[in-house]
């Protein structure tokens, strides 16, 4: 797919550390391994189907700024995202306006390139549809179920012909491969059970092996998209799309695995058991998740419709660096509720920053200071609550190298200060 234009990053002097991380599958902070100088990155991308909310944003700005830590540490970054599609919430939402699937999706993805673009975000190299990976990921069901880990259950509504649903057999994984359950989610079986039939699972369902046991192939039902592959007609199920197209992408055991933390369970627990499954290597060295960002007291969702868009507050007149502060103004795992006044107080911060650089102080902070103070910041998980302090207290003062710090804004945060 087709990803958006790269934003400037300016070169800065000298280079930041490796950031530190916090890994969901070990609780713990932890240096994941950087081969070669080279960082691999998958970022689990958007059911397009609604516009990008700040919730998005929030995602994919924390991974945005992860990037920008490794490349001023003079780590190279190789970053892919998907998009899933094709996926039962879409097609619902296709069918509940009369809109053909693909052109909601095809619209929505339209949408959210845009959006990336206008808040500065670092682009995929690899940015890919799952329907532009159905036959691989239909090859990978198929190696799945040689190796006895994939069952078909009883299907009775499927279109004739199609076959039966296929599952991933849970309890085999386990027994056969290196992967066991709860390696991604610190999680009890009764939270997983919740949390699987809230998000996408289906644990009632009769005729599995294990209630947790995901789908991997769906067989056709008339009316829903499908297509021809050695699993005959169907479509793929969820967490073996994002395991074929990060391990294609990127190999196996890449860098970090991440997303929201709506994706630990059971997105990331079964991408890393299927990819497992599929090559023999854990899927990635560390799983790195976001807060979930609330609005009017709930959880921003799609399904629940409380959504702050990128694209109005752009359309509104919003400044993207504002929008970038005004999330950036809490730590990447915080959960946390965004306001409407949120904006403002993002705008004036803005402001101040951009009088801040011109004004000549009787007595400057130290640019190179200050540059030390925002890598280390940055280093520290992605510390940016304290990166902006370090920079309202220095702008408050003034520094004696204006041009140093505009582009440490730039590079390390993706700030605007000087104004086109
Ligand atoms: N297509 C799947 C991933 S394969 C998906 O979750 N799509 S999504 O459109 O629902 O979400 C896209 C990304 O935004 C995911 O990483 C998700 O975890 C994240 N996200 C969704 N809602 C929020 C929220 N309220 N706060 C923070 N991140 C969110
Ligand atoms: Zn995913």
Redesign the pocket.
């Known amino acids: 797919m087709r990803t958006w234009t790269p934003p400037r990053i300016p070169e800065l002097p000298g280079s930041g550390q490796a950031p530190r991380l916090f890994n969901t599958a070990t609780g713990r902070l932890e240096h994941p391994p950087v081969e070669d100088e080279r960082a691999t990155l998958y970022?689990?991308?958007?059911?397009p189907y609604d516009a990008t909310h700040l919730?998005?944003a929030?995602?994919y700005l924390a991974f945005d700024v992860m990037q920008r830590a490794w490349l001023d540490a003079g780590i190279e970054v190789h970053y892919a995202q998907?998009i899933?599609d094709v996926?039962d919430p879409l097609l619902e939402r296709a069918n509940a306006t009369g809109v053909d699937w693909r052109a909601l999706a095809d619209e929505q993805i339209g949408l959210f390139r845009s959006d990336m673009h206008r808040l500065g975000m670092i682009p995929p190299a690899d940015y890919v549809a799952v329907t532009e990976r159905i036959d691989r990921i239909a090859e990978a069901v198929q190696r799945l179920r040689a190796r006895g880990l994939a069952y078909p259950v009883p299907t009775d509504d499927a279109s004739p012909g199609a076959g039966d649903d296929l599952y991933f057999d849970t309890r085999g994984a386990e027994a056969e491969t290196q992967w066991r359950l709860g390696d991604v989610a610190p999680y009890d079986r009764e939270l997983m059970e919740l949390l699987s039939s809230e998000r996408g699972g289906d644990p009632g369902r009769a005729g599995k092996r294990d209630p947790l046991d995901p789908l991997l192939w769906r067989a056709a039902r008339d009316g829903e998209p499908s297509w021809g592959t050695v699993l005959g007609l169907g479509r793929p199920g969820?967490h073996i799309e994002?395991a074929v197209i990060a391990s294609e992408a990127l190999g196996p055991a890449f860098t970090v695995q991440g997303?929201?933390?709506?994706?630990v369970f059971p997105?990331h627990e079964f991408t890393a058991a299927h990819a497992t499954a599929l090559t023999g290597t854990p899927l990635a060295h560390a799983y790195c998740h976001?807060g979930?960002?609330a609005y009017e007291g709930h959880?921003?969702?799609?399904s629940r419709g409380n959504l702050v868009l990128v694209s109005k507050l752009l359309n509104g007149g919003a400044d993207p660096s504002a929008i970038r502060l005004g999330i950036l103004a809490h730590h990447y795992r915080q959960e946390w509720e965004w306001f409407d006044g949120d904006l403002e107080v993002a705008t004036r911060r803005l402001r101040a920053w951009r009088e801040g650089i011109e004004r000549v102080g009787e007595d400057p902070a130290n640019a190179a200071a200050v540059l030390q103070r925002l890598r280390q910041a940055l280093a520290n998980d992605l510390d940016t609550p304290v990166m902006l302090a370090t920079l309202d207290a220095a702008l408050d003062r003034g520094v004696d190298d204006p041009a140093l710090i505009a582009d440490a804004a730039m590079a390390l945060l993706g700030v605007e200060l000087r104004e086109e």
């Open positions: 970022v689990c991308g958007v059911t919730g998005h929030a995602t998907n899933t996926d969820w994002c997303g929201g933390e709506d994706l997105h976001v979930l960002i959880k921003m969702s799609k």
